[in-house]
């Protein structure tokens, strides 16, 4: 592939290479690398990647009659920044992964509002449930083995600050958001890998839609730190994110289905006690 830095016009025929330097099991690094000592600009290759391979899995989903992709929460991370602005806090980037999309933010929460929503959701708490996607209500579910809550959207200061802060910093409108779920884990609780969105095979899945569409994004945030375990694991990709208070990590899925490898799971507390919070984002207003 030859190619002149005076024109960086991404064509049918670069797009096609693209695709067969990823099919053939070439990592993302190495056909950039390839692109760059071709002649192309840093920027023009990154974006002819994320496009082709974009493209590949919208038509791919199509042909094997998949719904089509939803537009998801998009933290502003095209300049690679150090710290992103949510407000009334600067909130660092640690992570960023492409496919799936996954980004660990460091110093979310402060120490204090991370004490405040443990206290004010203790009184509360209950053995979790989960969605029951053939029914559309909700169910005890023996893969997950954590105590929770809800808190309604903007219950509590506490609550409304932090969802404004959410809503800045991932760029997607408050009332897309259900309510502040408050988790905790004991020794040896769990959460085997999962998918947040909501099955659409699933007959009670159209009754759960009526409330704002299908989920796009979750946020999960550490409040309180286990002494080992409890890590929030990324099967499809051989990722762990370690339970660190007051840092979060937030990963969207265009289309109910595992071609956005965003199966996930709590693993097992090992020792002490873990404390989350999550924050399911919804493509509507959520009622």
């Not at 809503?167 to 988790?183: F, R, S």
Request: glycine letters at 8%; aromatic letters at 6%.
């Amino acid at each position: 592939m030859s190619i002149t830095q005076a024109r960086q016009q991404v064509t049918p025929e670069l797009r096609k290479w693209i695709l067969e330097q990823v099919q053939a099991g070439h990592s993302a690094e190495s056909v950039l690398k390839a692109m760059q000592a071709s002649g192309w600009s840093e920027d023009v290759a990154v974006d002819a990647m994320e496009s082709t391979l974009r493209d590949h899995l919208e038509a791919d989903a199509v042909a094997h009659g998949l719904p089509p992709a939803l537009k998801v929460p998009e933290p502003a991370l095209d300049e690679s920044p150090l710290y992103l602005d949510a407000g009334d806090r600067r909130v660092s980037v640690l992570q960023v992964m492409a496919h799936p999309k996954v980004v660990v933010f460091g110093d979310l929460l402060s120490a204090e509002e991370c004490e405040a929503l443990i206290a004010l959701a203790k009184p509360r708490l209950a053995r979790s449930l989960t969605v029951a996607t053939k029914t559309g209500g909700e169910e005890v579910n023996a893969d997950r083995t954590s105590n929770g809550m809800f808190f309604q959207r903007g219950e509590h200061a506490v609550v409304r600050r932090i969802e404004k802060r959410l809503a800045a910093l991932v760029n997607w409108p408050e009332e897309n958001g259900e309510g502040l779920q408050i988790l905790q884990y004991g020794p040896g609780a769990e959460y085997k890998p999962h998918y947040d969105y909501f099955d659409p095979g699933e007959p009670g899945t159209s009754t759960i839609l009526k409330r704002g569409g299908q989920r796009v994004a979750t946020i999960v945030m550490y409040l309180g730190e286990p002494e080992k375990g409890g890590g929030t694991v990324f099967p499809d990709v051989h990722l762990e994110v370690a339970p660190k208070r007051g840092n979060a990590v937030f990963f969207c899925y265009e289309r109910p289905h595992p071609s956005t490898r965003t199966l996930h799971g709590g693993a097992p507390v090992l020792a002490g006690e873990k404390w989350i919070a999550t924050k399911w984002l919804r493509e509507r207003r959520f009622e």
